[in-house]
Nanobody, 127 residues
Framework: QVQLVESGGGLVQTGGSLRLSCVAS????????MGWFRQAPGKEREFVSA????????FYVDSVKGRFTISRDNAENTVYLEIASLKPEDTAVYYC????????????????????WGLGTPVTVSS
C-alpha cells in the first residue's frame, strides 16, 4: 500500500552531519505518524525518533536528543532526519517507518505496531 524509500546515508567523520530523507508513495501521507529506527552492526534495531501527522509533535530518544532533528513535508510526502555531531556509535542502517495508530514518546518503540518500513540507508561514522 505504502512504499518508503530512504536516502542520504553515507560515510562521514566524527562530528559531521548528514540529512536522511524518506519518500512515501500514495496520497495519504499526512494520515501517518512517521518514525526512524536504526540497527548497528551486531545489535538489535532500536527506535530513534518520531513525528506526528502535522509535524508539530516530535520525540527523540535520549541518546540522540540535541543532535538529531526530525521534520516532515507533507506536500512532498517526505520525512527527514538531520543527524549531527555524529559519533562512531551512531553507525547503523537507518530505517524509515510509518504507522496509522496513535503513539507517544517511548510508546512508539514497538516495531510490530509500525505498518510500513523502508529498506534502510547505511550511515558509517569514522573516528
Amino acid at each position: 500500500q505504502v512504499q518508503l524509500v530512504e536516502s542520504g546515508g553515507g560515510l562521514v567523520q566524527t562530528g559531521g552531519s548528514l540529512r536522511l530523507s524518506c519518500v512515501a508513495s500514495g496520497r495519504t501521507f499526512s494520515r501517518y505518524i512517521m518514525g526512524w529506527f536504526r540497527q548497528a552492526p551486531g545489535k538489535e534495531r532500536e527506535f530513534v525518533s518520531a513525528i506526528g501527522k502535522s509535524g508539530q509533535s516530535t520525540f527523540y530518544v535520549d541518546s540522540v536528543k540535541g543532535r538529531f532533528t526530525i521534520s516532515r513535508d507533507n506536500a512532498e510526502n517526505t520525512v527527514y532526519l538531520e543527524i549531527a555531531s555524529l559519533k562512531p556509535e551512531d553507525t547503523a542502517v537507518y530505517y524509515c517507518a510509518a504507522r496509522s495508530t496513535y503513539c507517544s514518546g517511548y510508546g512508539c518503540d514497538g516495531e510490530s505496531a509500525w505498518d510500513y518500513w523502508g529498506l534502510g540507508t547505511p550511515v558509517t561514522v569514522s573516528s
